[in-house]
């Protein structure tokens, strides 16, 4: 079965500065999908960014930003510019392929890293 | 469009009580999923359905049972409700098996 570790329970950092959250994860696929979802304290679960497993080029959306390392397993998202609206719970999460014969298990999420922006 | 919606918020059961908790989208999306948020835990995958009629058992499946009757329709079922299903339960879906994850504002449920 898939696993999803993220090894930083709670963060905090400054407005304005940079924060970096790790993510790390097993699976004998070779073609999967990587997300980071957002949980504020609204509950709803919002999509940061996604990174397909055959693509080498990072992705991007405006302040967010990956690190995808294919051979280490590791998928860490880079918020630059953070914000007070930032302060969320961040989940990492893989994307097993369905039907594929290595398991069907939809989304398989990490713990959670809870982020804290001061201001 | 209201994306996915869940019907209740919150519920308060008593032990041994039973609930259905609906999740409906109106997307036209094929895949349905219901998941379960516990402190420290993340989310974790209770049932899913690749279909209409079709469902299948993801980590935690224990306890609960599931129908889609319709497309637009999945809901999760508890028989006989035990103080260990207390949790946030979050429905999604998406439109393949790779694409974007689209959740329900999610229920708090409570069993005293």
């Known amino acids: 079965a898939q696993t999803v570790t993220q090894s930083q329970p709670e963060m905090s950092v400054q407005e304005a500065e940079t924060v970096t959250l790790s993510c790390t994860y097993d699976t004998s696929e070779s073609n999967y999908y990587l997300f980071w979802y957002k949980q504020p304290p609204s509950r709803q679960m919002i999509l940061v960014i996604r990174?397909?497993?055959?693509?080498?080029q990072n992705a991007t959306e405006n302040r967010f930003s990956v690190n995808f390392q294919k051979a280490a397993k590791s998928f860490s998202l880079k918020i630059s510019d953070s914000q007070l609206g930032d302060t969320a719970m961040y989940f990492c999460a893989f994307m097993n392929p369905l039907f594929s014969g290595g398991g069907a298990d939809g989304l398989t999420f990490g713990k959670g890293t809870h982020l804290i922006i001061q201001p | 469009n209201a994306g996915v919606t869940q019907t209740p918020k919150f519920r308060v059961l008593k032990t041994g009580q039973s609930m259905t908790l609906l999740c409906a989208q109106d997307m036209n999306h094929e895949y349905m999923y219901w998941y379960r948020q516990d402190p420290g835990m993340g989310l974790r995958l209770i049932h899913y359905s690749v279909g209409e009629g079709t469902t299948a058992k993801g980590e935690v499946p224990d306890g609960y049972n599931v129908s889609r009757l319709k497309k637009q329709n999945f809901l999760l079922g508890l028989e006989s409700a035990a103080p260990s299903q207390t949790s946030v339960y979050f429905c999604?879906?998406?439109?393949?098996?790779?694409?974007?994850?689209?959740f329900g504002q999610g229920t708090r449920l409570t069993v005293v």
């Open positions: 999604a879906s998406t439109v393949g098996a790779y694409t974007e994850a689209f």
């Open positions: 990174q397909e497993a055959y693509k080498q």
